[in-house]
């Protein structure tokens, strides 16, 4: 059974959020990585880091986030 995923945040760069992917798995929390470079053809939507809604939180955290307000966009 698949389990539901939270955008956490989408980054320019393959690299920027493969670094952040590695932050999260040294706490213990497990991450994908969707999408293409912006430099790539059809990266224009960036590369986005997922993780399981239940871990979304501390993701945030751990990344210096912070939480998310259901409903309210983030600057």
Do not use: H, W
């Amino acid at each position: 059974m698949l389990r539901p995923m939270k955008l956490i945040k989408t980054y320019n760069s393959r690299l920027e959020a493969d670094f952040a992917k590695i932050a999260l798995k040294a706490k213990g929390i497990r991450a994908t990585v969707v999408g293409v470079d912006l430099a790539m053809e059809g990266g224009i939507d960036g590369v986005k880091l997922l993780v399981g809604d239940d871990q979304a939180d501390a993701a945030r955290d751990v990344l210096g986030e912070g939480r998310q307000t259901p409903g309210k966009a983030r600057a």
